[in-house]
Protein backbone atom coordinates (compact mmCIF):
# COMPACT_ATOMS: atom_id res chain seq x y z
CA UNK A 1 0.00 0.00 0.00
CA UNK A 2 1.26 3.76 -0.85
CA UNK A 3 0.74 6.73 0.57
CA UNK A 4 1.39 10.35 -0.41
CA UNK A 5 4.89 11.80 -0.15
CA UNK A 6 3.03 14.29 2.81
CA UNK A 7 1.39 11.45 4.29
CA UNK A 8 4.62 9.13 4.44
CA UNK A 9 6.90 12.62 5.99
CA UNK A 10 4.14 12.84 8.55
CA UNK A 11 4.38 8.56 9.15
CA UNK A 12 8.12 8.92 9.61
CA UNK A 13 8.06 11.84 11.62
CA UNK A 14 5.55 10.62 14.27
CA UNK A 15 7.51 7.13 15.44
CA UNK A 16 10.18 9.09 16.44
CA UNK A 17 8.07 10.89 18.96
CA UNK A 18 7.77 8.16 21.51
CA UNK A 19 10.40 6.43 23.18
CA UNK A 20 12.93 3.56 21.81
CA UNK A 21 11.07 0.15 21.03
CA UNK A 22 7.41 2.18 21.76
CA UNK A 23 7.20 3.05 18.63
CA UNK A 24 3.18 1.04 19.36
CA UNK A 25 2.12 4.67 20.43
CA UNK A 26 2.29 5.83 16.97
CA UNK A 27 -0.81 4.15 15.99
CA UNK A 28 -3.95 5.60 16.55
CA UNK A 29 -2.12 9.23 15.29
CA UNK A 30 -1.47 6.73 11.83
CA UNK A 31 -5.38 5.59 12.01
CA UNK A 32 -6.59 9.08 12.57
CA UNK A 33 -4.10 11.07 9.66
CA UNK A 34 -4.29 7.48 7.49
CA UNK A 35 -7.60 7.77 7.46
CA UNK A 36 -8.48 11.17 6.10
CA UNK A 37 -6.59 10.19 3.33
CA UNK A 38 -7.25 6.54 2.56
CA UNK A 39 -11.25 7.45 3.17
CA UNK A 40 -11.77 4.80 5.85
CA UNK A 41 -10.45 2.18 7.80
CA UNK A 42 -9.74 -0.36 4.98
CA UNK A 43 -7.95 -4.43 6.01
CA UNK A 44 -5.41 -3.41 3.78
CA UNK A 45 -4.58 -0.29 5.93
CA UNK A 46 -4.72 -2.10 8.81
CA UNK A 47 -2.14 -4.53 7.04
CA UNK A 48 -0.04 -2.14 6.11
CA UNK A 49 -0.33 -0.06 10.20
CA UNK A 50 0.38 -3.25 11.41
CA UNK A 51 3.76 -3.89 9.04
CA UNK A 52 5.12 -0.90 9.78
CA UNK A 53 4.38 -0.46 13.41
CA UNK A 54 5.74 -4.31 14.31
CA UNK A 55 2.27 -5.27 15.26
CA UNK A 56 -0.20 -7.80 14.41
CA UNK A 57 -3.39 -7.10 12.27
CA UNK A 58 -5.58 -8.30 15.27
CA UNK A 59 -4.22 -5.72 17.83
CA UNK A 60 -4.60 -3.21 15.00
CA UNK A 61 -8.33 -4.17 14.82
CA UNK A 62 -9.18 -4.25 18.21
CA UNK A 63 -7.97 -0.57 18.49
CA UNK A 64 -10.24 0.11 15.74
CA UNK A 65 -13.14 -1.08 17.16
CA UNK A 66 -12.51 0.77 20.04
CA UNK A 67 -12.74 4.22 18.76
CA UNK A 68 -15.74 6.40 17.60
CA UNK A 69 -14.09 8.54 15.34
CA UNK A 70 -11.86 5.87 12.87
CA UNK A 71 -14.43 3.92 10.51
CA UNK A 72 -13.90 1.02 8.87
CA UNK A 73 -17.28 1.48 6.54
CA UNK A 74 -16.49 4.93 4.69
CA UNK A 75 -18.06 8.29 5.10
CA UNK A 76 -19.36 10.93 2.99
CA UNK A 77 -16.89 13.36 1.72
CA UNK A 78 -18.67 15.73 4.34
CA UNK A 79 -19.50 13.89 7.42
CA UNK A 80 -22.23 16.13 8.87
CA UNK A 81 -21.97 15.39 12.83
CA UNK A 82 -24.47 16.95 15.31
CA UNK A 83 -24.21 16.82 18.89
CA UNK A 84 -27.27 16.03 20.92
CA UNK A 85 -25.58 16.03 24.35
CA UNK A 86 -27.26 17.53 26.79
CA UNK A 87 -26.15 21.28 26.85
CA UNK A 88 -27.20 21.00 22.98
CA UNK A 89 -30.09 18.91 23.95
CA UNK A 90 -31.40 21.91 26.29
CA UNK A 91 -30.73 24.30 23.15
CA UNK A 92 -32.21 22.05 20.17
CA UNK A 93 -29.74 19.98 19.54
CA UNK A 94 -32.21 16.71 19.76
CA UNK A 95 -34.31 18.84 17.07
CA UNK A 96 -31.43 19.81 14.91
CA UNK A 97 -30.78 16.65 14.36
CA UNK A 98 -34.31 15.58 13.34
CA UNK A 99 -34.11 18.10 11.00
CA UNK A 100 -31.17 16.96 9.71
CA UNK A 101 -31.92 13.14 8.91
CA UNK A 102 -35.40 14.01 7.44
CA UNK A 103 -33.73 16.84 4.93
CA UNK A 104 -30.89 14.43 4.41
CA UNK A 105 -32.99 11.66 4.00
CA UNK A 106 -30.22 9.76 6.24
CA UNK A 107 -30.14 7.91 9.45
CA UNK A 108 -27.31 7.76 12.13
CA UNK A 109 -24.11 7.15 10.26
CA UNK A 110 -25.48 6.94 7.17
CA UNK A 111 -24.01 8.18 3.81
CA UNK A 112 -26.09 9.17 0.37
CA UNK A 113 -26.10 7.13 -2.67
CA UNK A 114 -23.51 9.58 -4.09
CA UNK A 115 -21.45 9.51 -1.45
CA UNK A 116 -20.89 13.10 -0.54
CA UNK A 117 -22.92 13.52 2.89
CA UNK A 118 -23.13 11.25 5.68
CA UNK A 119 -24.74 12.06 8.95
CA UNK A 120 -24.31 11.01 12.66
CA UNK A 121 -25.10 11.85 16.11
CA UNK A 122 -22.82 12.40 18.37
CA UNK A 123 -21.71 12.89 21.66
CA UNK A 124 -20.33 16.04 23.20
CA UNK A 125 -17.92 17.78 21.06
CA UNK A 126 -16.55 20.59 23.14
CA UNK A 127 -18.81 23.47 22.28
CA UNK A 128 -21.35 23.43 25.21
CA UNK A 129 -21.16 27.34 25.64
CA UNK A 130 -22.26 27.70 22.39
CA UNK A 131 -24.57 25.16 21.81
CA UNK A 132 -26.30 23.34 19.28
CA UNK A 133 -23.41 22.85 17.64
CA UNK A 134 -22.04 20.84 14.36
CA UNK A 135 -18.60 19.64 13.09
CA UNK A 136 -18.93 19.44 9.25
CA UNK A 137 -15.31 16.85 9.37
CA UNK A 138 -13.19 19.08 11.23
CA UNK A 139 -14.90 22.64 10.92
CA UNK A 140 -17.45 23.48 13.97
CA UNK A 141 -20.43 25.62 13.64
CA UNK A 142 -21.75 27.13 16.61
CA UNK A 143 -25.63 28.19 17.31
CA UNK A 144 -27.12 26.37 14.63
CA UNK A 145 -30.34 27.31 13.54
CA UNK A 146 -32.39 24.73 11.38
CA UNK A 147 -32.15 27.76 8.90
CA UNK A 148 -28.46 27.27 8.75
CA UNK A 149 -28.15 24.17 9.07
CA UNK A 150 -30.24 24.04 5.48
CA UNK A 151 -28.06 26.62 4.18
CA UNK A 152 -24.88 24.58 5.69
CA UNK A 153 -26.72 21.37 4.09
CA UNK A 154 -27.32 23.13 0.26
CA UNK A 155 -23.18 24.41 0.49
CA UNK A 156 -22.53 20.72 0.41
CA UNK A 157 -24.40 19.56 -2.50
CA UNK A 158 -22.88 22.23 -4.20
CA UNK B 1 -8.30 34.43 16.88
CA UNK B 2 -12.32 36.19 17.41
CA UNK B 3 -13.72 35.14 20.78
CA UNK B 4 -16.85 32.87 20.79
CA UNK B 5 -18.13 35.03 23.68
CA UNK B 6 -17.82 38.05 24.99
CA UNK B 7 -16.23 38.83 27.53
CA UNK B 8 -17.57 40.13 31.21
CA UNK B 9 -16.44 42.76 33.49
CA UNK B 10 -17.45 40.61 36.37
CA UNK B 11 -14.44 38.29 35.25
CA UNK B 12 -11.00 38.33 37.43
CA UNK B 13 -8.23 37.25 34.22
CA UNK B 14 -5.37 35.35 35.34
CA UNK B 15 -5.20 32.37 32.41
CA UNK B 16 -7.52 33.84 29.97
CA UNK B 17 -6.19 37.98 30.15
CA UNK B 18 -4.65 36.92 26.63
CA UNK B 19 -7.75 35.79 24.79
CA UNK B 20 -8.95 38.16 22.65
CA UNK B 21 -5.41 40.27 21.62
CA UNK B 22 -4.42 40.03 18.34
CA UNK B 23 -2.45 37.19 16.88
CA UNK B 24 -2.79 35.80 20.94
CA UNK B 25 -1.43 32.11 19.83
CA UNK B 26 1.43 33.68 18.32
CA UNK B 27 5.30 33.46 20.18
CA UNK B 28 5.71 37.34 19.87
CA UNK B 29 2.23 38.11 21.68
CA UNK B 30 2.89 35.38 24.32
CA UNK B 31 6.28 37.37 24.67
CA UNK B 32 5.15 40.90 24.69
CA UNK B 33 2.57 39.86 27.68
CA UNK B 34 4.69 38.55 30.18
CA UNK B 35 5.20 35.26 28.55
CA UNK B 36 8.28 33.30 29.66
CA UNK B 37 8.54 35.31 32.27
CA UNK B 38 7.55 32.40 34.99
CA UNK B 39 9.90 29.95 32.77
CA UNK B 40 12.90 31.76 33.73
CA UNK B 41 11.92 32.39 37.39
CA UNK B 42 11.63 28.50 37.22
CA UNK B 43 15.03 27.94 35.95
CA UNK B 44 16.55 29.98 38.96
CA UNK B 45 15.01 28.25 41.52
CA UNK B 46 15.11 24.56 42.83
CA UNK B 47 12.37 22.27 41.72
CA UNK B 48 11.66 21.59 45.40
CA UNK B 49 10.67 25.43 45.48
CA UNK B 50 8.71 24.88 42.65
CA UNK B 51 6.62 22.54 43.89
CA UNK B 52 6.26 24.34 47.25
CA UNK B 53 4.93 27.38 45.04
CA UNK B 54 2.22 24.81 43.62
CA UNK B 55 1.76 23.89 47.62
CA UNK B 56 1.54 27.56 48.49
CA UNK B 57 -0.72 28.42 45.83
CA UNK B 58 -3.83 26.02 46.36
CA UNK B 59 -4.24 24.95 42.91
CA UNK B 60 -6.53 21.67 42.95
CA UNK B 61 -6.95 19.34 39.51
CA UNK B 62 -8.91 21.73 36.95
CA UNK B 63 -9.85 17.82 35.22
CA UNK B 64 -12.79 17.10 37.31
CA UNK B 65 -11.32 15.26 40.87
CA UNK B 66 -9.88 18.20 42.06
CA UNK B 67 -6.95 17.03 43.18
CA UNK B 68 -4.06 19.39 44.89
CA UNK B 69 -1.63 20.32 42.22
CA UNK B 70 1.54 20.59 44.41
CA UNK B 71 0.68 17.38 46.25
CA UNK B 72 0.42 15.43 42.73
CA UNK B 73 3.94 17.07 41.61
CA UNK B 74 5.18 15.61 44.61
CA UNK B 75 4.70 12.08 43.94
CA UNK B 76 6.71 11.90 41.12
CA UNK B 77 9.97 10.52 42.31
CA UNK B 78 12.87 12.75 40.96
CA UNK B 79 15.75 10.02 41.88
CA UNK B 80 13.92 7.37 39.76
CA UNK B 81 16.25 6.17 37.14
CA UNK B 82 13.61 5.68 34.78
CA UNK B 83 12.97 8.62 32.30
CA UNK B 84 9.96 11.00 33.93
CA UNK B 85 7.56 12.23 31.32
CA UNK B 86 5.12 14.93 31.34
CA UNK B 87 1.57 14.41 29.58
CA UNK B 88 -1.27 17.12 28.81
CA UNK B 89 -5.18 15.50 29.63
CA UNK B 90 -6.89 17.42 26.25
CA UNK B 91 -9.19 15.26 25.67
CA UNK B 92 -11.56 17.57 26.99
CA UNK B 93 -15.14 15.31 26.80
CA UNK B 94 -17.00 15.60 29.96
CA UNK B 95 -20.55 16.99 28.66
CA UNK B 96 -20.65 20.42 29.58
CA UNK B 97 -17.14 21.86 29.16
CA UNK B 98 -15.82 23.21 26.66
CA UNK B 99 -12.75 25.20 28.42
CA UNK B 100 -9.92 23.21 27.18
CA UNK B 101 -10.01 24.27 24.06
CA UNK B 102 -10.00 27.72 24.49
CA UNK B 103 -7.09 27.67 26.70
CA UNK B 104 -5.06 26.10 23.12
CA UNK B 105 -6.88 27.75 20.96
CA UNK B 106 -6.00 31.42 22.10
CA UNK B 107 -2.78 30.83 24.21
CA UNK B 108 -0.81 27.33 23.77
CA UNK B 109 1.95 28.63 24.70
CA UNK B 110 1.10 29.28 27.85
CA UNK B 111 0.64 25.53 28.08
CA UNK B 112 3.91 24.62 27.03
CA UNK B 113 5.35 26.98 29.57
CA UNK B 114 3.01 25.35 32.04
CA UNK B 115 4.66 22.02 30.90
CA UNK B 116 8.20 23.28 30.74
CA UNK B 117 7.71 24.25 34.75
CA UNK B 118 6.41 20.68 35.17
CA UNK B 119 9.04 19.30 33.44
CA UNK B 120 11.83 21.12 35.56
CA UNK B 121 9.95 20.19 38.38
CA UNK B 122 10.28 16.51 38.24
CA UNK B 123 13.03 16.06 35.27
CA UNK B 124 11.07 15.14 32.15
CA UNK B 125 12.55 15.47 28.97
CA UNK B 126 9.75 14.48 27.26
CA UNK B 127 5.95 15.39 26.85
CA UNK B 128 2.88 14.37 24.88
CA UNK B 129 -0.38 17.13 24.66
CA UNK B 130 -2.98 14.13 24.25
CA UNK B 131 -5.82 16.15 21.98
CA UNK B 132 -9.28 14.61 21.56
CA UNK B 133 -9.56 13.52 17.92
CA UNK B 134 -13.03 16.08 16.98
CA UNK B 135 -10.32 19.45 18.15
CA UNK B 136 -7.99 18.34 15.30
CA UNK B 137 -7.87 22.25 14.59
CA UNK B 138 -6.41 22.42 17.70
CA UNK B 139 -3.51 20.08 17.09
CA UNK B 140 -2.45 22.39 14.34
CA UNK B 141 -2.63 25.18 16.61
CA UNK B 142 -0.52 23.59 18.92
CA UNK B 143 2.03 22.04 16.19
CA UNK B 144 2.23 25.42 15.35
CA UNK B 145 3.38 27.10 18.55
CA UNK B 146 5.25 24.23 19.53
CA UNK B 147 7.01 25.06 16.53
CA UNK B 148 7.73 28.27 17.38
CA UNK B 149 8.99 27.69 21.18
CA UNK B 150 12.19 25.56 19.31
CA UNK B 151 12.98 28.01 16.84
CA UNK B 152 13.00 30.54 19.53
CA UNK B 153 14.63 28.31 22.05
CA UNK B 154 11.91 27.89 24.45
CA UNK B 155 11.91 23.92 23.15
CA UNK B 156 14.65 21.45 22.30
CA UNK B 157 18.01 21.30 24.10
CA UNK B 158 20.00 24.52 25.96
CA UNK B 159 16.55 26.32 27.09
CA UNK B 160 17.36 29.56 27.75
CA UNK B 161 20.70 29.07 27.01
CA UNK B 162 20.86 26.60 30.56
CA UNK B 163 21.52 23.05 30.49
CA UNK B 164 17.69 22.10 30.37
CA UNK B 165 16.35 19.98 27.61
CA UNK B 166 12.77 19.10 26.61
CA UNK B 167 10.55 17.85 24.26
CA UNK B 168 7.18 18.37 23.94
CA UNK B 169 4.50 16.76 21.35
CA UNK B 170 1.11 16.64 20.35
CA UNK B 171 -0.68 13.59 20.14
CA UNK B 172 -4.69 12.77 18.43
CA UNK B 173 -6.87 10.95 20.15
CA UNK B 174 -10.05 9.30 17.97
CA UNK B 175 -12.73 10.07 19.55
CA UNK B 176 -13.34 8.02 23.46
CA UNK B 177 -14.63 9.84 26.51
CA UNK B 178 -12.95 7.33 28.74
CA UNK B 179 -9.80 8.36 27.85
CA UNK B 180 -10.27 11.22 29.69
CA UNK B 181 -9.62 9.07 32.71
CA UNK B 182 -6.07 9.60 33.12
CA UNK B 183 -4.70 5.52 33.09
CA UNK B 184 -7.11 4.72 30.02
CA UNK B 185 -5.01 8.14 28.14
CA UNK B 186 -2.10 6.52 28.83
CA UNK B 187 -2.67 2.98 27.55
CA UNK B 188 -4.53 5.45 24.27
CA UNK B 189 -1.07 7.25 24.22
CA UNK B 190 0.52 4.12 23.58
CA UNK B 191 -1.82 2.27 20.58
CA UNK B 192 -4.03 0.44 23.08
CA UNK B 193 -7.47 0.24 23.51
CA UNK B 194 -8.69 3.19 25.99
CA UNK B 195 -9.27 0.51 28.65
CA UNK B 196 -8.65 2.20 32.60
CA UNK B 197 -5.31 0.32 34.57
CA UNK B 198 -5.87 -0.70 37.93
CA UNK B 199 -4.19 2.19 40.63
CA UNK B 200 -2.35 1.78 42.40
CA UNK B 201 0.63 2.74 41.16
CA UNK B 202 -0.55 5.70 39.85
CA UNK B 203 0.68 7.68 37.19
CA UNK B 204 3.16 9.52 39.22
CA UNK B 205 4.94 6.43 39.55
CA UNK B 206 4.17 4.11 36.51
CA UNK B 207 2.66 6.09 34.33
CA UNK B 208 3.28 6.60 30.09
CA UNK B 209 5.55 3.76 29.42
CA UNK B 210 5.59 2.69 32.55
CA UNK B 211 7.56 5.71 33.61
CA UNK B 212 6.53 8.43 36.39
CA UNK B 213 4.85 10.80 34.34
CA UNK B 214 2.95 13.95 35.69
CA UNK B 215 -0.13 14.07 34.20
CA UNK B 216 -2.65 16.93 34.30
CA UNK B 217 -5.48 18.38 32.77
CA UNK B 218 -4.28 21.65 30.39
CA UNK B 219 -6.28 24.61 32.57
CA UNK B 220 -3.66 22.99 35.26
CA UNK B 221 -1.00 23.68 33.52
CA UNK B 222 -1.76 26.70 31.79
CA UNK B 223 -2.27 27.93 35.35
CA UNK B 224 1.19 27.32 36.63
CA UNK B 225 2.77 30.07 34.82
CA UNK B 226 0.69 32.50 36.03
CA UNK B 227 1.30 31.67 40.10
CA UNK B 228 4.87 31.52 39.33
CA UNK B 229 5.03 34.82 38.30
CA UNK B 230 2.37 36.45 41.08
CA UNK B 231 3.68 33.82 43.76
CA UNK B 232 1.93 30.40 45.05
CA UNK B 233 0.05 32.59 48.20
CA UNK B 234 -0.58 35.73 46.20
CA UNK B 235 -2.52 33.04 43.24
CA UNK B 236 -4.63 31.18 46.24
CA UNK B 237 -5.80 35.01 48.09
CA UNK B 238 -7.74 34.91 44.42
CA UNK B 239 -9.93 32.11 45.61
CA UNK B 240 -10.93 30.58 49.13
CA UNK B 241 -9.25 28.22 51.58
CA UNK B 242 -9.00 25.23 49.72
CA UNK B 243 -9.74 26.38 46.25
CA UNK B 244 -7.17 28.55 45.35
CA UNK B 245 -6.97 30.86 42.26
CA UNK B 246 -9.16 31.12 39.58
CA UNK B 247 -10.70 28.76 36.91
CA UNK B 248 -12.47 29.09 33.96
CA UNK B 249 -16.41 28.22 34.38
CA UNK B 250 -18.07 26.90 31.14
CA UNK B 251 -21.86 28.08 30.89
CA UNK B 252 -24.58 26.46 28.88
CA UNK B 253 -28.06 25.70 28.82
CA UNK B 254 -30.31 27.82 29.41
CA UNK B 255 -29.04 31.31 29.89
CA UNK B 256 -29.08 34.45 28.04
CA UNK B 257 -25.43 34.75 27.61
CA UNK B 258 -23.79 31.44 28.02
CA UNK B 259 -19.87 31.28 27.43
CA UNK B 260 -16.94 30.92 29.46
CA UNK B 261 -15.91 33.00 31.64
CA UNK B 262 -13.13 33.08 34.58
CA UNK B 263 -13.59 33.66 37.68
CA UNK B 264 -12.29 33.05 41.41
CA UNK B 265 -12.97 29.91 43.12
CA UNK B 266 -15.86 30.48 46.08
CA UNK B 267 -17.38 32.76 43.13
CA UNK B 268 -21.53 32.71 44.15
CA UNK B 269 -23.24 30.45 41.73
CA UNK B 270 -26.10 32.38 41.62
CA UNK B 271 -24.55 35.65 40.78
CA UNK B 272 -22.82 34.07 38.08
CA UNK B 273 -25.60 32.73 36.42
CA UNK B 274 -27.73 35.75 36.72
CA UNK B 275 -25.31 38.54 36.46
CA UNK B 276 -22.30 37.49 34.38
CA UNK B 277 -24.63 34.59 32.39
CA UNK B 278 -27.59 37.09 31.99
CA UNK B 279 -29.87 35.54 34.01
CA UNK B 280 -32.09 32.39 32.52
CA UNK B 281 -33.32 32.77 29.21
CA UNK B 282 -37.00 34.32 27.81
CA UNK B 283 -37.99 34.94 31.23
CA UNK B 284 -38.59 31.92 32.80
CA UNK B 285 -37.83 30.69 36.10
CA UNK B 286 -34.64 28.29 37.36
CA UNK B 287 -35.02 24.83 38.06
CA UNK B 288 -31.92 23.30 38.49
CA UNK B 289 -28.01 23.78 37.81
CA UNK B 290 -25.54 20.78 36.80
CA UNK B 291 -22.37 22.54 38.63
CA UNK B 292 -19.77 20.50 37.10
CA UNK B 293 -20.19 18.47 33.80
CA UNK B 294 -22.81 15.73 33.40
CA UNK B 295 -21.48 13.27 35.93
CA UNK B 296 -22.03 16.23 38.96
CA UNK B 297 -25.39 15.90 40.63
CA UNK B 298 -27.82 18.45 39.55
CA UNK B 299 -28.83 21.06 42.02
CA UNK B 300 -32.12 22.37 42.72
CA UNK B 301 -32.70 25.74 42.08
CA UNK B 302 -33.01 26.50 46.14
CA UNK B 303 -30.03 24.52 46.35
CA UNK B 304 -28.08 26.91 44.28
CA UNK B 305 -27.61 30.10 46.79
CA UNK B 306 -24.08 28.40 47.39
CA UNK B 307 -19.75 29.67 46.47
CA UNK B 308 -18.57 27.71 43.93
CA UNK B 309 -15.43 26.03 45.00
CA UNK B 310 -14.54 22.27 45.51
CA UNK B 311 -15.63 22.07 49.51
CA UNK B 312 -19.12 24.70 49.11
CA UNK B 313 -20.49 22.37 45.97
CA UNK B 314 -19.26 18.74 47.70
CA UNK B 315 -21.63 20.19 50.53
CA UNK B 316 -24.45 20.56 48.67
CA UNK B 317 -23.69 16.85 47.52
CA UNK B 318 -22.22 17.45 44.05
CA UNK B 319 -19.28 18.45 42.47
CA UNK B 320 -16.97 21.36 40.86
CA UNK B 321 -15.95 18.94 38.91
CA UNK B 322 -14.48 20.19 34.78
CA UNK B 323 -16.16 23.22 35.50
CA UNK B 324 -18.66 22.30 32.63
CA UNK B 325 -22.48 24.39 34.35
CA UNK B 326 -25.56 23.83 32.64
CA UNK B 327 -28.84 25.91 33.31
CA UNK B 328 -31.96 24.00 32.96
CA UNK B 329 -34.90 26.63 32.82
CA UNK B 330 -38.84 25.33 34.20
CA UNK B 331 -40.10 23.87 31.30
CA UNK B 332 -37.14 21.10 31.51
CA UNK B 333 -38.35 17.35 31.29
CA UNK B 334 -35.92 15.77 33.95
CA UNK B 335 -36.63 11.98 32.53
CA UNK B 336 -35.51 13.20 29.00
CA UNK B 337 -32.35 14.57 30.87
CA UNK B 338 -31.91 11.82 32.96
CA UNK B 339 -31.90 9.73 29.59
CA UNK B 340 -30.03 11.20 27.59
CA UNK B 341 -26.76 11.61 30.30
CA UNK B 342 -27.20 7.36 30.54
CA UNK B 343 -27.26 7.35 26.34
CA UNK B 344 -24.58 8.65 26.70
CA UNK B 345 -22.54 6.96 30.09
CA UNK B 346 -24.13 3.93 27.89
CA UNK B 347 -22.31 4.50 24.45
CA UNK B 348 -18.98 6.02 26.01
CA UNK B 349 -18.78 2.33 28.78
CA UNK B 350 -15.49 0.98 27.70
CA UNK B 351 -17.23 -2.14 28.58
CA UNK B 352 -13.93 -3.67 30.34
CA UNK B 353 -16.00 -3.93 34.05
CA UNK B 354 -18.80 -5.57 33.85
CA UNK B 355 -20.84 -3.34 36.47
CA UNK B 356 -20.58 -0.34 34.18
CA UNK B 357 -20.84 -1.77 30.78
CA UNK B 358 -24.01 -3.53 32.35
CA UNK B 359 -25.42 -0.89 34.73
CA UNK B 360 -25.64 1.52 31.90
CA UNK B 361 -27.19 -0.43 29.93
CA UNK B 362 -29.08 -1.88 31.48
CA UNK B 363 -30.29 1.82 33.46
CA UNK B 364 -30.41 3.38 29.65
CA UNK B 365 -33.15 0.54 29.10
CA UNK B 366 -35.05 1.58 31.77
CA UNK B 367 -34.77 5.05 31.37
CA UNK B 368 -36.15 4.85 27.48
CA UNK B 369 -38.85 2.65 28.63
CA UNK B 370 -39.70 5.02 31.50
CA UNK B 371 -39.45 7.96 28.59
CA UNK B 372 -41.19 5.75 26.02
CA UNK B 373 -44.36 5.70 28.10
CA UNK B 374 -44.15 2.09 28.70
CA UNK B 375 -42.82 2.40 32.40
CA UNK B 376 -43.99 0.66 36.22
CA UNK B 377 -43.27 2.35 39.15
CA UNK B 378 -41.32 -0.19 40.07
CA UNK B 379 -38.84 0.83 37.39
CA UNK B 380 -38.39 4.27 39.16
CA UNK B 381 -37.41 2.33 42.31
CA UNK B 382 -34.87 -0.13 40.20
CA UNK B 383 -33.08 2.93 38.35
CA UNK B 384 -32.51 4.28 41.71
CA UNK B 385 -31.15 1.06 42.97
CA UNK B 386 -29.09 -0.12 40.07
CA UNK B 387 -27.52 3.42 40.43
CA UNK B 388 -26.90 3.42 43.77
CA UNK B 389 -25.24 -0.38 42.88
CA UNK B 390 -22.78 0.79 40.41
CA UNK B 391 -21.27 3.41 42.89
CA UNK B 392 -17.71 2.38 43.77
CA UNK B 393 -17.69 -0.99 42.27
CA UNK B 394 -16.14 0.04 39.06
CA UNK B 395 -13.03 -0.08 37.14
CA UNK B 396 -13.04 3.75 37.00
CA UNK B 397 -14.99 6.60 37.67
CA UNK B 398 -17.16 6.27 34.79
CA UNK B 399 -19.57 4.16 36.35
CA UNK B 400 -19.45 6.53 39.42
CA UNK B 401 -19.98 9.41 36.88
CA UNK B 402 -23.15 7.52 35.18
CA UNK B 403 -24.73 6.57 38.47
CA UNK B 404 -24.42 9.67 40.27
CA UNK B 405 -26.37 12.68 38.42
CA UNK B 406 -29.24 9.12 37.86
CA UNK B 407 -29.55 9.01 42.13
CA UNK B 408 -29.67 12.78 42.12
CA UNK B 409 -32.73 13.34 39.13
CA UNK B 410 -34.61 10.26 40.40
CA UNK B 411 -34.64 11.55 44.04
CA UNK B 412 -35.24 14.91 43.21
CA UNK B 413 -37.35 14.86 40.62
CA UNK B 414 -39.34 11.75 41.30
CA UNK B 415 -42.51 13.49 40.75
CA UNK B 416 -42.42 13.50 36.93
CA UNK B 417 -40.59 10.06 36.71
CA UNK B 418 -44.61 9.30 38.26
CA UNK B 419 -46.32 11.43 36.26
CA UNK B 420 -44.41 9.51 33.37
CA UNK B 421 -45.54 6.40 34.51
CA UNK B 422 -49.18 7.48 35.21
CA UNK B 423 -49.75 8.44 31.67
CA UNK B 424 -48.73 4.57 31.08
CA UNK B 425 -52.05 2.64 30.72
CA UNK B 426 -50.72 -0.55 31.53
CA UNK B 427 -49.07 0.51 34.51
CA UNK B 428 -49.15 -2.00 37.38
CA UNK B 429 -49.78 -0.19 40.52
CA UNK B 430 -50.45 -2.99 42.54
CA UNK B 431 -46.89 -4.60 42.04
CA UNK B 432 -44.30 -4.10 44.66
CA UNK B 433 -40.65 -3.39 43.85
CA UNK B 434 -38.65 -6.36 43.36
CA UNK B 435 -35.74 -4.25 44.79
Same mark, same amino acid.
Not at chain 2, 129 to 154: F, T, V
Given at each position: ?66 ? !? ?6 ? &? ?55 ? @? ?25 | ?15 ? %? ?38 ? !? ?114 ? &?? &? ?6 ? !? ?23 ? @? ?11 ? %? ?101 ? &? ?18 ? %? ?71 ? %? ?9 ? !? ?7
Amino acid at each position: MTFSPELEAKFADLVTHYPEGRQRAALIPMLMFGQEEVGSITPEFMEEVAKRLGLNTMQVDEVVGYY !SMLHKKGM &GKYHVQVCTNVACMLRGGAELYDHACHKLGLGHKEVSADGVISLEEVECMGACSWAP @AIQVNYDFHHEVTTEQLDTILEGLKK | MKLFNEPSPLETKIIS %FRFGLENSASIDTYLAHDGYKALRKALEISPDDIINELKA !SNLRGRGGAGFPTGMKWSFVPRASEKPKYIVVNADESEPGTCKDRLLIQHDPHQLIEGCLIGALAVGAKKGWIYIRGEYNYLIHIMDKAIAEAYKNGYLGKNICGTDFEFDLYTHT &GA &GAYECGEE !SALLESLEGKRGVPRIRPPFPAISG @AFQSPTLLNNVET %FSSVPAILRMGGQAYADLGVPRSGGTRLVCMSGHVNKPGVYEVPLGFPLMKFVNEIGGGVWKGRALKAIIPGGSSSPLLKAEECDIPMDYDSIAKAGSMLGSG &GLMVMDETTDMVKVALRIMR %FYQHESCGWCIPCREGTTWLKKMLQRVSDGHGQTRDIDLIGDLAQNMMGRTFCPLGDAAAMPTIAIVKKYRNE %FEEYVARNPFA !SPELVSIA
